[in-house]
């Protein structure tokens, strides 16, 4: 998918996937219809790219903060990339 966001394209064929929701319960891979995909792109820059099965709803890109992203690597089940090589540092210990 490629979308324009306040001038900037983002496109999910040339950006990495960092994590997603997008897993097999032993049912199905949508998420009550909805899925999430984390990317990075060439710059730096991160985006979520949101699924939905509704009709009358769009998938979209949604651009956002480092801090955002962090939290969504957190919360999706799948990680493609690991937090230090997508953030460049480890994180916190607790």
């Not at 801090?67 to 089940?77: I, P």
Request: proline share 2%.
């Amino acid at each position: 998918m490629k979308e324009i966001v306040e001038g900037k394209l983002y496109d999910t064929d040339t950006a990495e996937i960092i994590a997603d929701n997008h897993y097999w319960d032993g049912h199905n891979f949508e998420r009550r219809g909805r899925n999430r995909f984390l990317y990075k792109t060439e710059k730096g820059n991160f985006f979520l790219h949101e699924t939905t099965l509704f009709q009358g709803e769009f998938d979209r890109i949604t651009p956002i903060t480092v801090d955002q992203a962090k939290r969504y690597y957190e919360e999706l089940q799948e990680k493609h990339v690991e937090y230090v090589d997508t953030f460049g540092q480890e994180p916190e210990i607790a």
